[in-house]
Structures are given as C-alpha cells and as structure tokens.
C-alpha cells in the first residue's frame, strides 16, 4: 500500500484530475474491501494516507512558499474555465459567440492583469457564487456533463474548424466510439463488476470524469477511460465469439 501510495502520488502530480482518487477513492475503496476485519483495513488505509501525504506534501508547500496560498494542484486554468462554463452554454464554446459573452461579463473583465494563481482564487470564488445562486441548474449541468457530454459520439459542430467536413467526421466517430462505447458497457456488465479489481477501475474513471463534469467536459477528457472501454469492448467481443463458436459447434 505504501507503493499504492507512491504510484498515485506520481499520477495526481502528472495530472491534477487524478488527485481525488489517490487522496479519497483509494482509502475508501481500502475500509470497503476489508470491511470484513476492519481494524487491518484501517492500518492498511493509514500507510496509504500517509505515504500519499508524505509524498504528495513538497507541491502544496512549495505553492504555498511560491503564491502565499495554499494550492492543492496545478494552476492552470481550471477556475476560469469552471466560472466561464456556467456563464457560456458549452454547445458555443469556442465559437465567437462565446467571446462575445466574455468581453461582456464584468467578472471576466475584472480578471485582466492578475497573476495566475490570484486569477485562479478570483474566479473559483465568482464561480461559487454563481452556484450558490442557481445550485439546481448546476446540478442538472453537473448530470448532463456526467452522464452525456463525456460519452458524447460525435463532436459538437464546428463550422469551418474541420478541414474534412462535419459530416466525415461524424462518419468517423460512429465508425469507433459509436461501437465501442456501447460494447464497453456490455462487458463491463459481463465482468461481473467483482472485486478486486473493478472498484478501482470504476473509482478511477468516475473521480477523474466527476472532476472534469465539475469544470468542463469535452470528448477528449475521457481519454483515461478509454483504455479501459477498450478492453471492456474486447471482452465482451470475445465471449460473444466463444458463444456463437459453441452455437456453431453444438449445431453440427
């Protein structure tokens, strides 16, 4: 557990995303598994925590050393996109209509000439008090980012910013995603979803996909996930395979 706790720690520094898996999900998932004696879960769960805490601890306190603020992860860009998101429909994101928006808003205008992490602290707090406003809006954009943008087919269109035309590349999307997503979700089913090893893979790829729904999603930000939908994909492939074999086989 102690590497356990070394190999997430390397992970949540590469990518801020995986933080809440090493930090939280791991532990969790560790006092569930070993509920059975959980005295031995909870000092297994201990070494994990401090490991991780031990090894994760040098980058919140060299932020801290940097920014005078306490800084869990990297400072890039996240608050600004979690703010401008619940301002901007994602449907128009990136296009000029959403930089119209933005020049407009005076919180946006208000962030000119901020450092980056006294930009990322004015634009989390903007972005909370937006949602403390409109907390049921923000849960369903929570849900509908969750449960559908991230496991969206086809791209938003984007006219103009294909070079192959939308339609090709909608061609495409359903060609790959349109079947893989779909057989991943069979064989996850067809698993068994058994301990050990499906709770990490369903913690890993619900933390990383709830932090991203939090801020922003898009098709590219499940690219954690996809190995895993791969493979999913190709287990249930195969035992459809080893089925109509044996169909086959009892046949003749």
């Not at 809006?137 to 791209?155: G, H, I």
């Not at 922003?216 to 080893?242: E, H, K, N, Q």
Request: hydrophobic share 55%; with cysteine; net charge positive.
């Amino acid at each position: 557990w102690a590497l356990a706790a070394l190999v997430t720690v390397a992970a949540a520094l590469t990518n801020t995303t995986f933080l809440p898996f090493g930090l939280v999900v791991v532990p969790a998932g560790m006092l569930w598994l070993g509920r059975r004696d959980p005295r031995a879960a909870l000092r297994a769960a201990a070494v994990y925590a401090a490991g991780f805490c031990a090894a994760y601890s040098p980058w919140p306190l060299r932020n801290h050393a940097r920014f005078g603020r306490m800084i869990l992860g990297a400072t890039a860009g996240a608050a600004s996109s979690f703010y401008i998101y619940l301002l901007v429909p994602q449907e128009i994101g990136g296009l000029p209509e959403q930089t119209a928006i933005t020049a407009a808003d005076p919180v946006v205008q208000g962030a000119a000439g901020l450092d980056p992490a006294a930009s990322e602290a004015y634009f989390w707090k903007a972005g909370f008090a937006r949602l403390r406003a409109e907390p049921l809006r923000y849960a369903r954009l929570f849900a509908w980012r969750y449960c559908v943008d991230l496991w969206r087919v086809t791209p938003r269109p984007r006219p103009g910013a294909h070079p192959h035309g939308q339609r090709l590349l909608a061609a495409v999307s359903w060609a790959s995603d349109g079947w893989l997503i779909p057989a991943a979700a069979v064989g996850a089913v067809l698993a068994g979803l058994t301990p050990p090893l499906f709770p990490w893979v369903l913690g890993l790829v619900g933390s990383v996909h709830a932090v991203y729904a939090l801020v922003l999603t898009g098709i590219r930000y499940r690219f954690s996930s996809m190995p895993w939908v791969l493979l999913f994909a190709a287990y249930a492939l195969v035992l459809a395979a080893r089925r109509l074999a044996a169909r086959r086989g009892g046949a003749a």
